[in-house]
C-alpha cells in the first residue's frame, strides 16, 4: 500500500509540478488525529518550486483522494499530508508486520557484518561496565540476523600483555601450590594485586615479570601451559554469565592469536612509507594537518607491539578470512580518538576495505551512591545481576496479588537481568547512562517488567479465549479509536527494525516497544476483547495474538525474555 502511495504521489508530483522526486516517504502515525501514514514531501520540495507547501499539499491530496484503500485524507500543520485508510487496507498492510516477526532469509552473497564486543580482559571478573559492550553487541548481531545479514559476533578477548607477564610471576612465586586450572578469577584477581603491593617494595619485580613475559612470547612451555590454565579459568567463568545473558558469539579469537602476524603488517608500513620512525625509533603514523589527529603509535622503541599493532592485523585476518562487508567495533567512547586514528591508519595502507565503524556508547553511572565502584575494586557485573534478581524479587513480593507465575525463580532471572539490559538498551547509547533501580525496575513506564507484564497480559487473553486465534481477517468495519491506534502502532514495526539495525541503535526498538505497550494496554482497558460479539472478537483477538508476537520477538532482539504468565 505505501508502495502504492509512494508511486501515485511521484506521478502526481511529476504531472502537477513537473519535479521528480526519487521516493515519497510515508511515516506511520501512531498518534491519534494524525491518520494513519504521513508524508512532509510538499515541505521537502517547496523551496525548490518556489510554492507555498500547503498549496502542493493541497494538490497532492485531492488527487490521492477516491483511491482503493484510501478513507480520508487531510493537509495539516504546515503542509503535511495525512491519510487515513480503510480497515480493509490497514489489515492487508498489518501482514507485513506479521512478516516481520520472522527472521529474514538469509543474504549469502554480501560478505558477513563483523561485530567485535563484549571484548573482556583474561584474568579479571567482568566488571559491570563490560555489560554495555556485551548487550549492545549482541543487540546488533541479533538485529543484523534477523533482517537476513550473515553476522560474524566476535569476542575479541585481551589475552595477551606485559599482564601476563606480572601474573605468571606472581603465581611462580606465590601460588605455585595450587595449579592454575582450580583458581577463581578472584584468586587470580589477588595474585595480580598482591604482585603490585610487592612492587612497591622491591621494584625488581617488574623486570622479572618483563623477562616472564618475554619468555612467554618466546614460547617458554612452562609459561604456556600457566596461561592457557588462566585462558580456561577465564572463559568457564565468563561463560555462566553470558548464558544468563543469552549472550553468545560465534569466535573469541583474541588478541594473542595475532602475535605472528603483526610482523608482516609492520613491513608493509614501512615500505608504503605510511609507518615512519617518531621518537627514539618508535613507529608511528603521522596523519596530515587537517586530520586533526595526532601520532599514531603502532610499533615502541624497544621494538614492541601495542594493542594498535594487533588491530591492524586484525583487521587485515578479518578481511583475508571472511570478507566482511563491516567491521563494526562496539566499545566505549574512551577510544573514539583511538579508532578514528586505527580507521586513519589502515586507509592509508591503501588495503581494500570494508566499512569500518565504531559503534560507540557513553558510560555507565549509579543513581544511587551505594552502587557505585568501591575504591580500587571494580563492581563485578555477577554481583549486579544477582543484585539486580534480588531487587526483582522484592517487586514481585510487592505485588504478589497482581502477579502470577508458575516458575517464580525463572519469573525473578528474567525481570531482574531484563531489567538491568533494558535500561541499557532503552537509552541512547550515545549518552552517559544514568542507571536508577527504581526506575528499570518499575512495572509502570518504559522498563523491562512493564514490557515483560504487557507480553503475558496479552497472552494470558489468548489463553482465556480458549479458541484457536486464526490470522488477521480480510476486512473489519470501521476501527474504534484505540484499535486504529493500536494498528497504527503495529504497523511501524518493520521500520523500526530497519532504522534500530541501520543506525545501530538498540533504544529505536525499545522505545518502540514502549509505545506498543501503551497501546496495546490503553485498547486493553476500553475494547471489551473476549466478550466482544464476532466478528469484532475474533479482529481483536488476532490483534492481540499479533501484539504478542511483536512484543515477544522484539523483546529477544533486544536479549530479552517476556513470560507466558506473571
Ligand atoms: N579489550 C579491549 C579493552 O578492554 C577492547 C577491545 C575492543 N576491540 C578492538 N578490536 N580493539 O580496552
Redesign the pocket.
Known sequence: MFEFLSERARDILQCTFGVSVSSVEWVYADREGFGDCSTSIALQIAKKLNLKPTEIAKKLAEQLRGLPGVERIEVAGVGYVNIWLTPEALLTELRITEKACVPEPVRKKEGPVII?YS???IAKPLGVHHILSTVIGQCLCNLHRHLGYTVVGWN???DWGTQFGKLAMAWEKWGKSKPVERYTLDELLELYVRFHAEVEKNPALEDEARAAFLKLEQGDRHLRLFWEGVRSVTKTSLATIYERLHVHFDTDIG?SFYEDKMQPILEEGKKKHVFVKGEGGALVVLFEEEEKLPPFLVQKADGATL?ATR?LA?IRYRVDTFHPQAIL?V?DVA?QLYFQQLFAAVKRLDWKLPQLEHVVFGRMRFAEKSMSTRKGTVLKLEHVLDEAVERAKEVIAEHRDSIQTDDEGALEEMMGTGALVYGILSQNRRMDLIFDWRKVLALEGNSAPYLQYTHARARSVLRKANTKVDALPKDAKAFTASERVLVGVLLGFPEVLQEACAHRMPHILANYLYRLCQAFNAFYNVEPILKASEPLRSLRLSLTSLVATVLKTGAELLTLRVPERM
Open positions: 567485535d571484548q573482556p580482559n575479541y578477548i585481551g588478541e594493542y588491530d586484525q567495533y566499545v577510544q
